[in-house]
């Protein structure tokens, strides 16, 4: 139980252009997704908090226009990368928060999606 | 605000051997929760153990224990007989009581190698 998948798991595209990837829980509810992004040999950084039916909480320092987060329903939330450049190349992942009561409350983690923009 | 410190940017390991990883953090949090993450090459990221702050028993899972003295603000991450299967990138984290604030505050990751 408790899996998260993202797609694509590898895209590229051109500069400029538009790219959305999808993050769903396929087992469980969550109203409460995260969006991190990872560069090569770092740590996760948090870019957003992504509730179902509100809008996205963004970190300080995150463009809220570029990286757009819509959270549809309880099982998707999604991240486009609006008017890409190579310098938004890197590793997204994302997280799905399962609430199975009090001190089991855990995030659960994507496979991750690696991001290449010429 | 939370921070989390991972002091050991590389630890090696013999197969069947122990290793700790040393995790240290600091929070003005009263109810916050720990973490050990793994992240092997494919880059997936696996929840390994978890502690609540207001246990003081620490927990395990297998061959995974933690150390948690909650006074020194310090959560290590013993591995006990070391498999190859344990190479990876582990991450700490800790993170705040629940709800839609429950966010994860990740260390720099520890990269543990282990020679067969």
């Known amino acids: 139980g408790a899996v998260v998948s993202q797609h694509p798991s590898w895209v590229i595209c051109k500069s400029g252009t538009s790219v959305k990837i999808e993050c769903r829980s396929l087992?469980?509810?969550?109203?409460?997704m995260f969006w991190y992004r990872q560069f090569p040999k770092q740590s996760l950084m948090l870019m957003a908090t992504?509730?179902?039916?509100?809008?996205?909480?963004?970190e300080q320092g995150v463009e809220k226009d570029k990286f757009l987060i819509n959270h549809a329903s309880l099982t998707l939330s999604t991240l486009t990368v609006t008017s890409a450049h190579p310098e938004d190349s890197s590793f997204y992942i994302c997280?799905?928060?399962?609430?199975?009561?009090?001190?089991?409350?855990?995030?659960?983690f994507g496979p991750g999606t690696r991001l290449t923009v010429l | 605000a939370q921070t989390v410190t991972q002091s050991q940017p590389e630890m090696s390991v013999q197969e069947a051997e122990t290793v700790t990883l040393s995790c240290t953090y600091d929070?003005?949090?009263?109810?916050?929760?720990l973490f050990w993450y793994k992240q092997p090459p494919s880059r997936q990221m696996i929840l390994v153990i978890r502690?609540?702050?207001?246990?003081?028993q620490n927990a395990t899972e297998n061959r995974f224990s933690v150390n948690f003295q909650k006074a020194a603000k310090s959560f290590s991450l013993k591995i006990s007989d070391s498999q190859l299967g344990d190479a990876a990138m582990y991450f700490c984290?800790?993170?705040?009581?629940?709800?839609?604030?429950?966010?994860?505050?990740f260390g720099k990751g520890t990269l543990l190698t282990v020679n067969p």
């Open positions: 997280s799905a928060f399962l609430i199975a009561g009090g001190s089991t409350d855990t995030q659960y």
């Open positions: 984290a800790s993170g705040r009581g629940g709800g839609s604030n429950y966010k994860l505050t």
């Open positions: 087992d469980f509810q969550a109203t409460t």
């Open positions: 929070t003005s949090e009263s109810d916050y929760y």
């Open positions: 502690q609540e702050a207001y246990k003081q």
């Open positions: 992504s509730n179902e039916g509100s809008k996205a909480t963004y």
